[in-house]
């Protein structure tokens, strides 16, 4: 689905996105463009980035650090 229409950007840009390292809505207007035009899809596009991340987040390995003394 389109998020951006001014910019044509879609959902499934803005998730491929959040799983190459954006992290936040600046990332993504300077990653693929989105809501650097009229705005409207600011909020819709945070929101899937949003949750892309925390689905991110349950998938990603957990890396053991140990202690340092």
Request: proline fraction near 3%; hydrophobic fraction near 35%.
């Amino acid at each position: 689905m389109y998020v951006c229409v001014c910019n044509a950007i879609t959902d499934k840009q803005i998730r491929k996105a959040a799983k190459a390292g954006a992290r936040n809505l600046r990332d993504l207007q300077s990653k693929l463009g989105v809501a650097t035009r009229c705005g409207s899809c600011m909020e819709v596009a945070s929101d899937i980035l949003r949750e892309s991340r925390k689905q991110t987040r349950i998938t990603e390995p957990r890396i053991y650090r140990p202690a340092l003394a």
